[in-house]
């Protein structure tokens, strides 16, 4: 059985897009996106320049404290 024209292309697709690769940091996390104010971007921007820390580090450490101040355990 001939293969289409689509199957053909698709094959060819695969072999000629690399292969998608994980950051070590980001093996075994979950990606979340939020949309936020430019305001409030602008101003966690400068927070993280000031404490010389990424946004993701910001992000991890302010979900934690809402997490440790909600806890009923």
Known sequence: MARS???TALERARRSTPAATTRP???GKKGM???IDPA???RLKYL???ED???QQ???E???MLLASRSRV
């Open 5 to 7: 024209n689509l199957e």
């Open 25 to 27: 940091s980001r093996v």
């Open 33 to 35: 996106l939020i949309h």
């Open 40 to 42: 409030l971007s602008r």
């Open 48 to 50: 993280a320049l000031d």
């Open 53 to 55: 820390k990424t946004l």
């Open 58 to 60: 910001l992000g991890v």
């Open 62 to 64: 302010a979900l934690e």
